[in-house]
């Protein structure tokens, strides 16, 4: 199944912006993480179609997958 | 501090620390040793020092009987790492109620004076009434203990917070410094005066880097007591970091503790910034006075695209590996760092910038610059100024201050500057009065008087409750966007358990960054506690010594005459809800006033003991 996956702030560095990524059903969001290689202490906020969601949500066809680090104040 | 218990929250009065109070009028100084009331007098900061301040009764900031409190927390001169905080205390010339009395208020900031203080043997200074000529503190560690003078400081008068640092430091080795500026010295005019604390990067560079203890005023406070700098004198008093410290300071930096904060290039997220990138994903980066456009304007102060044109360097506090700063300079042909510009945290970069309808690296970073060297909060004078621009827009015929409008650079820095001199008292005296006094208060990003830092109020109606600024005093201002929670349940729990723990940073002396999202009351804390200290304090006594710490805080904004209807958001927000911010839209009036209902049978049942 197809999937956009957005990367955003430092966890861009290195990687792209936004990409169709190719996935077997049953990928979870976890999964994508792990397959980009992204430091987990970064990857605060996981959005699929601009809904929270967690590691363990299953992916579908033609999903909009958003990783984004954590907000900080100061 | 001297222990003569392990147990300090059984036995606190057998903990005792060195207070000098100091009365500005005669001269007069006593020092002693001061045994403690409860864990959070032993903790310090505000823990301690509201305890003294809901013993006055103070109906101006500026008088006599409103006391100045410096003091350091329990962790500050330690080895833990961010153990550099400095707390100034007393009633707010900016916070205050409609009713026209001063609100408590505590600010803290980084830098290597508050070490050095407590590495004095003092933990506590108390400024009582003001001295009729201008003078500044001097502290320094003498053979029984600490030694306090006062010294004339008519030289001091009327040079930037980094000019003080600079001239103090060719008198004063081995010594740091809390110095105000300009707008603190003109405090009549400028509420919203900063103190400005070195770092031992700006005294070997002699770059303007200081730190700020930025919020409420307390700058304006001790302007109005005439006190201009503060030196604290001493040897390093750091030997070998104990074990369980060591294992604590790794833990913040590798562990789950900060690393987000560590520079891109050590594999951390860069700082604060990257709010801006996060933020923007929602398009909930504040624009033109908080009101977002739903386009990509904030991008252009994303750190890839001024690094494109600038160098940014990494830097840090003495001994932090947390390395949080992120310094602009101007790039050299032969592409090496030149000129330091600025330094770039979320707030001030946002407030001063794209909150502004400016969008240019150096305009951000003249009006930081400003705002450091005039020694004024920028979150306040950045949102006052958004206010007038604001206004402008909606009042084209009959604008006010030169008529100046979003985007308008020149006329902005000049309003900053004569802000600093204490020219532009509409500016200095903060958005709930310059709002009050046009009659279009709706449009004032403060709550109870204190301007909102750069997170929309939509995405966080716990702004209401926070007892010292929203982002410092509250910590539920990311939870909509990294959460995406909508339910008043989990509000309610946030907002009167878990988020309120960030004011715990606030008592014992560390950076929020050690661990901004678990607070103080944890293993590492209690581990470091006993390392450093030979205490033994659990999880639970410490988040229980902070909750009853924020709960005198909020008593005591109703002791100041707030009423209930003025914990609230700026009513633009609901009144014209922004459809552009890409999130789910809480602050309804249903939302709100379900959260309100549920809040404060929380928050009135617990204070009850303490109105
Ligand atoms: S976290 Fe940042 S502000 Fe705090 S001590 Fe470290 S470098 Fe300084």
């Known amino acids: 199944m197809k999937v956009a996956v957005k990367l955003y702030a430092v966890l861009r560095c ?3 912006k936004e990409k169709f990524l190719d ?3 049953g990928t979870t969001v976890g999964d994508v993480i792990t397959d980009l290689k992204l430091p987990p202490e970064h990857v605060d906020i996981l959005l699929v179609n601009d809904t929270h969601v967690d590691f363990e949500h299953l992916l579908e066809e033609n999903d909009v997958l958003s990783l984004l680090p954590m907000v900080e104040g100061g | 501090m001297r222990f003569l218990t ?9 903990v005792l620390y060195r207070r000098c109070t100091v009365d500005l009028k005669n001269g007069d100084m006593q020092m002693g040793e001061v045994p403690c009331l409860n864990l959070e007098d032993v903790l310090g900061g505000f823990g301690r020092s509201f305890q003294l301040l809901e013993k006055r009764e103070i109906c101006d900031a500026y008088v006599d009987e409103n006391p100045l409190i410096v003091n350091v927390g329990l962790l500050t001169g330690s ?4 153990g550099m905080r400095t ?3 007393g009633y707010s010339p900016i916070k205050g109620s409609r009713k026209g009395l001063p609100a408590a208020m505590w600010s803290a900031g980084s830098g290597k004076f508050g070490a050095k203080l407590k590495w004095t043997g003092l933990d506590e200074i108390i400024f009582e009434n003001r001295s009729d000529q201008p003078v500044y503190m001097v502290i320094r560690e003498g053979n029984d203990g600490p030694v306090v003078e006062l010294k004339p400081a008519v030289h001091l008068l009327g040079l930037t917070t980094h000019e003080k640092i600079m001239s103090l430091q060719k008198e004063y080795d081995d010594a740091h410094f809390a110095v105000i500026g300009p707008a603190g010295e003109n405090w009549q005019n400028v509420y919203a005066g900063a103190v400005a604390l070195s770092t031992e990067n700006q005294l070997k560079s002699k770059e303007d880097k200081s730190r700020f203890a930025g919020r409420g005023g307390m700058g304006s406070l001790m302007g109005y007591k005439n006190v201009l700098a503060l030196v604290a004198q001493s040897n390093d008093k750091l030997g070998s970091t104990p074990e369980p410290v060591k294992k604590a300071n790794v833990n913040v930096i590798k562990g789950g503790g900060s690393a987000r904060l560590q520079p891109i290039k050590r594999g951390g997220g860069g700082g604060t910034w990257a709010a801006y990138e996060v933020l923007q994903a929602f398009h909930a980066v504040p624009v033109n006075n908080f009101r977002p456009q739903g386009n990509d304007i904030p991008e252009r102060l994303f750190r890839s695209r001024v690094e494109k044109s600038y160098e940014i360097k990494s830097e840090a506090c003495y001994r932090c590996g947390i390395t949080c700063h992120n310094n602009i300079y101007k790039r050299k042909e032969d592409g090496s760092a030149g000129e330091f510009l600025a330094k770039f945290d979320y707030e001030p970069l946002n407030l001063l910038g794209t909150n502004l309808g400016l969008h240019e690296t150096e305009q951000a970073a003249a009006l930081i610059h400003l705002c450091d060297n005039y020694g004024m909060d920028a979150i306040t004078v950045g949102v006052t100024v958004a206010y007038v621009l604001s206004y402008n827009e909606r009042h084209p015929q009959t604008p006010i201050l030169n008529g100046i409008t979003f985007g308008d650079f020149d006329g902005i820095r000049r309003l900053v500057e004569l802000t600093g ?11 709930m009065r310059l709002s009050v006094d046009l009659g279009e208060t709706g449009y004032a990003y403060h709550v109870k008087g204190l301007e909102l830092a750069a997170y929309q109020p939509e995405t966080n109606p716990g702004y209401i409750w926070a007892i010292a600024g929203g982002h410092m005093s509250m910590g539920t201002y990311g939870m909509l ?3 995406g929670k909508t339910d008043t349940k989990s509000w309610v729990e946030a907002i009167t358990q878990d988020k309120l723990q960030i004011v715990g940073f606030d008592m014992i002396g560390l950076c929020k960054f050690f661990d901004i999202v678990k607070g103080i009351g944890t293993a590492m804390v209690v581990d470091c506690l006993k390392a450093e200290h030979g205490v033994i304090v659990t999880e639970q006594e410490l988040k229980d010594a902070v909750k009853r710490a924020f709960l005198r805080g909020m008593a005591l904004e109703f002791r100041q005459g707030y009423d209930k209807d003025e914990f609230c958001l700026p009513a633009e927000v609901t009144e014209s809800p922004n459809p552009n911010i890409k999130m789910p839209m809480l602050t309804t009036p249903e939302f709100l006033a379900e959260l309100n209902e549920k809040v404060w049978e929380v928050f009135d049942r617990e204070m009850q003991e303490l109105l």
Do not use: C, L, N
Not at chain 2, 6 to 14: F, L
Not at chain 2, 421 to 431: D, H, N, V, Y
């Open chain 1, 14 to 16: 290195g990687r792209f």
């Open chain 1, 23 to 25: 996935y077997p059903s």
């Open chain 2, 6 to 14: 392990d147990k300090p929250a059984v036995e606190p009065a057998s």
């Open chain 2, 79 to 82: 080895h833990v790492m961010t």
């Open chain 2, 87 to 89: 707390y100034f205390s």
């Open chain 2, 421 to 431: 001199q204490g020219k532009a008292p509409e500016i200095g005296r903060g958005s």
């Open chain 2, 481 to 483: 966007a990294r959460e």
